[in-house]
């Protein structure tokens, strides 16, 4: 009796496999595959081959460069230690540009201004000012300072805007060139009411102005690129006031 009871269980166990088996041929024999490789690529803001033209500042030049090209931020009329004569104005012409491989790209100048001593008697008034071109706006009212007069500046941080509206506009070099957002101002004008006694003594006096630029192509979590570029601009900003 055990003995037909195993060779029963092995007849079962038998015919099991041989349905695995077949289960596992059928399935081996029906089969597909397929293999997507997806490349991706990173944008790219590029320095400029060659400085803006002195003339068109919002074109590249058509001479060589020396010194070379070496960042995004131009001031091609500075002249380093320029002195301060108190009812005069100084040539200083920030202008940012990109290379002609670049993405485009949302452009902000934040400016510090650390010439004057916070605590001198009428220390704005005496501060030097900049009057902002057409191409540029300031990001906002609470970002910027002013003399006191409209549309001159002391500090702050401005967009490029490329026809004076309110939103930054995108940068985008066109026909194989370096592309430039213009002068953000042209001139600093020394208050005639400053004197020695106002500007700082346990520094340098300086006006520092940086640029950051934002691929426009970054939305983020937000409705569109600029707003973007707007948020982070403002964040960026905080820590040039800070620097």
């Given at each position: 009796?055990?003995?037909?009871?195993?060779?029963?269980?092995?007849?079962?166990?038998?015919?099991l496999?041989?349905?695995?088996?077949?289960?596992?041929g059928?399935?081996?024999?029906?089969?597909?595959?397929?293999?997507?490789?997806?490349?991706?690529?990173?944008?790219?803001?590029d320095?400029?081959?060659?400085?803006?033209?002195?003339?068109?500042?919002?074109?590249?030049?058509?001479?060589?460069?020396?010194?070379?090209?070496?960042?995004?931020?131009?001031?091609?009329?500075?002249?380093?230690?320029?002195?301060?004569?108190?009812?005069?104005?100084?040539?200083k012409?920030?202008?940012?540009?990109?290379?002609?491989?670049?993405?485009?790209?949302y452009?902000?100048?934040?400016?510090?201004?650390?010439?004057?001593?916070?605590?001198?008697?009428?220390?704005?008034?005496?501060?030097?000012?900049?009057?902002?071109?057409?191409?540029?706006?300031?990001?906002?009212?609470?970002?910027?300072?002013?003399?006191?007069?409209?549309?001159?500046?002391?500090?702050?941080?401005?967009?490029?805007?490329?026809?004076?509206?309110?939103?930054?506009?995108?940068?985008?070099p066109?026909?194989?060139?370096?592309a430039?957002?213009?002068?953000?101002?042209?001139?600093?004008?020394?208050?005639?009411?400053?004197?020695?006694?106002?500007v700082?003594?346990?520094?340098?006096?300086?006006?520092?102005?940086?640029?950051?630029?934002?691929?426009?192509?970054?939305?983020?979590?937000k409705?569109?690129?600029?707003?973007?570029?707007?948020?982070?601009?403002?964040?960026?900003?905080?820590?040039?006031?800070?620097?």
């Open positions: 009796m055990e003995n037909k009871k195993k060779k029963r269980y092995g007849i079962i166990a038998a015919l496999l041989l349905v695995l088996a077949a289960g596992v059928t399935y081996a024999w029906l089969t597909a595959t397929q293999t997507k490789v997806n490349e991706f690529t990173v944008g790219s803001i320095k400029p081959e060659v400085k803006p033209n002195p003339d068109q500042p919002n074109k590249p030049g058509d001479k060589p460069t020396d010194p070379s090209v070496d960042g995004y931020l131009f001031e091609t009329k500075w002249t380093d230690k320029s002195k301060m004569i108190p009812g005069t104005t100084i040539n012409n920030p202008n940012v540009g990109i290379g002609k491989d670049s993405d485009s790209s452009v902000f100048i934040y400016v510090k201004n650390a010439i004057v001593k916070t605590d001198a008697e009428n220390a704005l008034a005496k501060t030097p000012y900049f009057t902002l071109n057409s191409n540029w706006k300031p990001v906002a009212t609470d970002q910027v300072k002013t003399n006191g007069s409209e549309g001159q500046y002391v500090s702050g941080l401005f967009m490029y805007t490329a026809d004076g509206t309110s939103t930054p506009a995108e940068l985008t066109a026909d194989g060139k370096a430039y957002t213009g002068e953000l101002f042209s001139t600093v004008h020394i208050p005639a009411g400053m004197n020695n006694a106002d700082v003594k346990d520094k340098k006096p300086a006006m520092t102005v940086s640029c950051y630029i934002f691929g426009a192509d970054q939305k983020g979590d409705a569109d690129a600029a707003t973007n570029a707007l948020e982070q601009a403002k964040e960026w900003a905080k820590t040039q006031a800070q620097a």
